[in-house]
């Protein structure tokens, strides 16, 4: 099973409302990751989990908290968002660094988060 | 800090052979990453190189020069189903991040 799953799909939300987008894996990898996507850009890195624990916040505004209750999962909590959030979000897995000599990372399908 | 240079846009017939760079200057590397994306779908792996030379995977091969900062993705055979973007991604070798070209938008014309 080489596959990450993401929900919802799509999301649509007012400016004052509270979501949580889901992510989840199970091929045994340490390392998680989100990652924003606007329409003809590259993905940019949002956060890095490792084993658990965050490794990396790329200096994300608080108003994105991400959460990762196992190793399976990855949420990404989203409250009080702004019209320019909207985007995809797509999360990512791969074995943690240092455990795999490739170490490539498998993304899941995104949602698409408009904000209104 | 890091920069990396793939072309726009390319277009291509279908049957026909075609290269996309990739040039790149980082701070400490640590392997390159080749990905497809189809609009609106997640990228999805091609291929990782980490030591220079030319890896084959099937109509796709990536080649590696360390020296130069420089990479290319070869497609041979251009199917219809191979437009889309490919994102050239190199990891940091401090920070394990991957840092994403700003990819190269394929069209296969008939």
Same mark, same amino acid.
């Given at each position: 099973d080489t596959e990450v !799953?993401? !929900?919802?799909?799509?999301?649509? &939300?007012? &400016? !004052?409302?509270?979501k949580s987008l889901k992510c989840e894996q199970h091929m045994g990898h340490r390392a998680m990751y989100?990652?924003?996507q606007k329409a003809k850009k590259p993905p940019e890195l949002m956060f890095v989990y490792s084993y658990e624990k965050l490794s990396i916040n790329e200096s994300v505004p608080s108003r994105f908290s991400p959460e990762c209750p196992n190793s399976s999962l990855l949420n990404?909590?989203?409250?009080?968002?702004?019209?320019?959030?909207?985007?995809?979000?797509?999360?990512?897995s791969s074995q943690a660094f240092r455990e795999s000599h490739s170490y490539e990372q498998y993304f899941g399908p995104g949602t698409r988060l408009t904000v209104t | 800090g890091q920069n990396i240079d793939q072309p726009t846009e390319m277009t291509a017939t279908e049957g026909a052979i075609v290269q996309i760079n990739c040039t790149y200057q980082t701070s400490g590397? %640590?392997?390159?990453f080749w990905y497809q994306q189809?609009?609106?779908?997640?990228?999805?792996?091609?291929?990782? %190189?980490?030591?220079?030379?030319?890896?084959?995977?099937?109509?796709?091969?990536?080649?590696?020069?360390?020296?130069?900062?420089?990479s290319y993705l070869l497609l041979k055979e251009l199917q219809m189903k191979d437009s889309a973007s490919y994102l050239c991604a190199v990891r940091d070798l401090q920070t394990d991040k991957l840092i994403f070209g700003t990819g190269t938008r394929l069209q296969v014309f008939p």
């Open positions: !799953t993401q !929900t919802p799909k799509h999301l649509v &939300m007012g &400016m !004052t409302n509270k989100w990652y924003k990404l909590h989203l409250h009080a968002l702004q019209p320019e959030d909207s985007a995809l979000y797509l999360c990512a | 590397f %640590n392997g390159l189809h609009a609106g779908e997640a990228p999805t792996f091609l291929s990782y %190189n980490v030591l220079d030379g030319l890896e084959e995977k099937g109509r796709f091969s990536s080649f590696l020069s360390r020296s130069k900062g420089y």
